[in-house]
């Protein structure tokens, strides 16, 4: 009876031990996937296409006429900016972006009897805005706006006179717009934008040639709108 005692407290002894060390050595319990958030600051490209319009008139030469012209082209870029998501959902953003573009288009026109054709070109456009959106995990909708800028050429030829009139400007206006990016894998991201480009009525001042000698037709009002679909990649840092 003793020795059976004994062996049975050597037994127990050594199942509590072998327990114990179980216990010390169990594997931690896996961390918790981090959760995606939208902050940080990114880089990326765009393609797409504009469209628009213009208004001229020449008050000076033909009061109360104006004529109306289509743009349309194609453009490429890129941006840059940073976000901030904040109360779980809300995230908002500062972002600059350029792009060059081939939006363009003519229209012929007979005004007090003469006819000529008139020339636009929209060579590059960029913006400045501030971003506001609400982000369910990986998919984020917003909405932008801001300030804009394009630098635009018009030409004009009158047959009848010989007469080829040309100008450039850089003009400044507003833009507002839209989207929804989603983060397709690691850092990447994808959107596809709607924007909106207002940039007013200008005033300048054609200069070219009549019958060989040098002319200048000032007062040439000119009014720009222009909306433009695109779609983006982002890298997120």
């Known amino acids: 009876m003793l020795a059976t005692a004994a062996l049975g407290t050597v037994f127990i002894g050594n199942s509590s031990s072998a ?13 918790p996937a981090p959760l995606f958030t939208w902050t940080g600051c990114y880089i990326g490209g765009h393609l797409g296409g504009g469209w628009g319009e213009k208004t001229v ?9 104006s004529v109306t ?14 976000n901030l998501q904040f109360g779980s959902n809300w995230v908002i953003g500062v972002e600059g972006d350029g792009s060059g573009s081939d939006i363009r288009g003519d229209i012929t026109q007979t005004v007090l009897g003469i006819t000529g054709t008139a020339h636009a070109q929209t060579d590059w456009i960029a913006s400045a805005t501030g971003r506001l959106g609400w982000a369910w995990d990986r998919w984020l909708i917003y909405a932008k706006g801001g300030a804009a800028w394009a630098g635009d050429k018009y030409s004009a030829f009158i047959p ?3 007469e080829q009139l040309e100008a450039s400007e850089t003009r400044t206006g507003w833009t507002v717009g839209g989207g929804i990016e989603w983060a397709f894998w690691s850092n990447w991201s994808a959107k596809a934008e709607y924007d909106y480009y207002d940039f007013g009525t200008r005033t300048l001042t054609l200069t070219g040639t009549f019958a060989g000698a040098p002319i200048q037709v ?4 000119v009014r720009q709108r222009i909306s433009v679909g695109k779609f983006g990649i982002n890298y997120r840092f």
């Open 19 to 31: 327990a114990d060390l179980g216990a010390r050595f169990r594997a931690p319990p896996a961390a």
């Open 57 to 65: 008139s020449v008050p000076s030469l033909a009061p109360g006429v």
């Open 69 to 82: 012209g289509d743009t349309s082209g194609f453009l490429g870029g890129g941006q840059v900016g940073c």
């Open 160 to 162: 009848v006179f010989d």
């Open 218 to 221: 000032p007062g040439v009002n």
